[in-house]
């Protein structure tokens, strides 16, 4: 494999990690305590396929699971998490507030949440809360 492949291969690695921490994060909120059959609901995945995935994230030490099979998040696996979120809540809702039509905002945000630059991420949190402040001194 080229080292473009493996870039890439890599890139989809981290975005599938992200992905379950966000997942596990508003999970934990929503219910309390978190198993792999709710991700595996959640995200429409197979139990085989949340159970490997599980293992990957614990290994890299984001998420512990206890004896009773509940998945909890680390410091670093909560940390990571609510940066996504971050992530997907601002694009989400900056892309609404341009009109964009809401259910694909939500999936256009999570393309792009992966993709972008802490950078331009920053840039962009800034000039939406600016705007937000600005249009409420108005």
């Not at 940066?83 to 892309?95: A, F, G, I, Q, S």
């Not at 507030?97 to 939500?106: H, M, N, P, R, T």
Request: a negative charge; hydrophobic letters at 40%; aromatic letters at 4%.
């Amino acid at each position: 494999l080229g080292v473009e492949t493996m870039n890439h291969i890599q890139h989809r690695s981290n975005e599938s990690i992200e992905d379950y921490l966000e997942t596990i994060l508003l999970l934990q909120k929503k219910l309390g305590q978190v198993r792999s059959i709710d991700i595996a609901n959640e995200m429409n995945f197979s139990k085989p396929s949340v159970s490997v995935a599980m293992k990957n994230l614990r290994e890299k030490g984001f998420i512990t699971i206890g004896d009773n099979g509940f998945i909890l998040l680390t410091e670093t696996g909560k940390k990571q998490a609510e940066d996504v979120l971050e992530k997907h809540t601002l694009l989400t809702n900056w892309l609404v507030s341009l009109g964009v039509d809401k259910e694909i905002a939500q999936e256009d945000a999570c393309r792009m949440e992966h993709d972008m630059s802490e950078e331009t991420f920053a840039a962009i949190k800034t000039h939406v809360i600016e705007t937000h402040i600005n249009e409420l001194t108005k």
